[in-house]
């Protein structure tokens, strides 16, 4: 299979490492922008090339609904679909089956529930969802899992038991020799649990792990203090892959904690609502204090936007209501989480990544009216 | 000024020409896409450019109202506000002013009108016109006109009356002379006013005609036959300009009547309702017969859309809302109407017009379902 990775650097436990597949090789740390409906949304795959993108996500459920990965399948894969030549990698449809769909029943063989489009009753389980992963052909797939939530020490328990046993479903399950199939360790925020789920994956010498249950609205104490747990328990030749934090600061602190890969549709969904990273912290570009700055977002950015368009212009765009100002924060949100992951890799590389983070995350964090959305 | 015209060919009443301005050479007859509010709807700048736009028009009306022409003035202009380097037209914000404003009172210096963004008063005079286009600093605009229902003889002779003393006026306030002003022609379906406007204007030499009151619902009928009352009746080494006619086979009467540029928001607008151009005629891509479809929405366009993108993927952009979908149409429906005009102008050049017109009409009228939006 033609998948592989090596680390190449590490600087305290933060590490720099290549990641292959037959799709194209992947720096890491590495962050993927999310393309849930086969699509990272307003932004055209050209544009993500350029800005560097090196693998993107897109989810399971959303694409098993609409169009079908049955139908993805028959136009030759999501690569081809949406002609996207680099790596992808999907997810289970686990978190979303949990958050998204109206109804669900969770039994130990798997989960039935309601589309959240049009009410329709549908059934995962492990070998489901692998099967749907193989018709969409990402080159890292993952493992189906239960997602609950964090703080509850009984159903985390619980449910553990039941992700473990469909871990070793899915690893049955999976035919497709090009493709990578992780794991996923659940435990809330228990050591224990967290421990004990890092150790039954290894044992099933998965290609890479996830840290699932985390950014589900814990405590960022407890997210990180679990993700330090894992570097510490996961098998450390193997990829780390932290699911669904895109906030920069944290990306920076997860690093720090040995995560090589994250996905987030932060920068896609902040754009959508109007704010923009800058290093300086968050900003709200539909404030009327950018009317007439004529500065574009980010005076250091090299993206599309910033060379070319002013906060003004930004502005105009998003009180107009007009598409473009979507697409244009969408790129530069974009560009910025990819081009502080390589500034990032650099500094682990150059052995000062420690340097990096306190003078980048003092700066940003620094900022006096941080937004939060 | 920078401004001059040459018509270099003709086939029959078709011209191919050359329009030069400060922002550089369009090659004639040619397709104007539409950017209201600065922006042409869900189209990067640089995209336009890569299709071969090479003339953009935006809306005095919305621009005035937001973000206002005196900031755009002081940001440098609508060229630099919209990073858009090529040449701009502006119209007068005359149409809109009696097509979108809530209320408004005419009479013989101006129109006073309410904001349909937020009710606010405001009037327009042709001075103010003149003024706020050379605020956009676009490098065509236009003498500010009344556009009364083309079929009403007593009113369209009282309003051509005022748009011929508007006119007189807006030459006169007019000082920037890096633009040119176009004179637009008035008279509803009636030959002897439309004669009379086109006298009358001539008389005045302004570097541009445009053919205003049409394509507002008239017959197709006697929009094409006032086109070819005007074609005889205006100066012929002059530019003329035909307003909002963007439909494929009426650009291609148009141009065989001696029209050598035109505007819509066609193509734009028809990509919001999921419309695409074909040579076989408009096709509704959220259609379900193109569910399964792998061909691109024309096999002989040579747009970013259709080198990448089947109809299976671009109707799941659609049906899931995604904007994608809707910048993807929005690039083929440009493309095809500047690859039309370029086809139309080199036929014209090699003399062939009124074949390539015939076969053109033909394909694309024969078109057995073909979708009227």
């Keep these: 299979m033609g998948f592989c990775f090596h680390v190449t650097h590490t600087d305290g436990r ?7 597949t037959l799709h194209g090789e992947i720096l890491t740390p590495v962050f993927m922008p999310v393309g849930t409906q086969a699509t990272v949304k307003a932004v055209p795959p050209r544009d993500l090339e350029e800005l560097g993108a090196q693998i993107i996500l897109a989810n399971t459920y959303h694409l098993y609904l ?6 993805i399948a028959r136009h030759g894969g999501l690569h081809r679909f949406m002609s996207w030549p680099r790596p992808i990698l999907t997810d289970s449809g686990g978190f979303q089956v949990f958050s998204l769909s109206e109804m669900r029943k969770i039994d130990d063989d798997g989960v039935t529930f309601k589309s959240h489009l049009d009410g329709s009753m549908h059934r995962f389980t492990p070998e489901k969802s692998i099967r749907i992963q193989e018709n969409l052909g990402a080159d890292v797939i993952m493992c189906f899992d239960e997602c609950p939530p964090p703080t509850d020490r009984e159903y985390n328990a619980i ?3 039941r992700t473990h046993a469909w871990a070793v479903r899915c690893r049955e399950a999976h035919t497709r020799t090009d493709q990578a199939l992780f794991g996923i360790a659940q435990g809330g925020v228990f050591r224990d649990l967290r421990e004990q789920s890092a ?11 996830a840290i699932g249950g985390l950014a589900v609205g814990e405590d960022k104490a407890d997210m990180f203090r679990v993700i330090s747990w894992m570097d510490d328990a996961l098998p450390a030749h193997k990829p780390r892959y932290l699911m669904g934090v895109g906030e920069p600061a944290d990306l920076i602190r997860a690093v720090q904690r040995g995560v090589d890969m994250a996905d987030c549709v932060l920068p896609t969904r902040l754009a959508r609502h109007g704010a923009a990273f800058t290093r300086n912290g968050r900003i709200n570009m539909r404030n009327r204090a950018y009317a007439e700055d004529e500065r574009p977002i980010e005076p250091e950015c090299d993206c599309y936007t910033c060379r070319h368009f002013s906060r003004a212009y930004i502005r105009h765009l998003l009180q107009a209501g007009e598409i473009l100002g979507l697409y244009l924060m969408s790129i530069h949100n974009i560009a910025f989480l990819l081009n502080l992951m390589r500034e990032v890799r650099e500094s682990i590389i150059r052995g000062c990544f420690a340097t990096f983070a306190e003078t980048w995350l003092r700066r940003y964090e620094r900022a006096e009216n941080p937004m939060h959305l």
């Design 14 to 20: 933060a590490r720099a490492g290549v990641l292959r």
């Design 66 to 71: 609409r169009p079908g990965d049955e139908l």
């Design 159 to 161: 449910a553990l038991a």
């Design 199 to 209: 150790q039954f994956l290894a044992s099933l010498d998965f290609p890479g792990y």
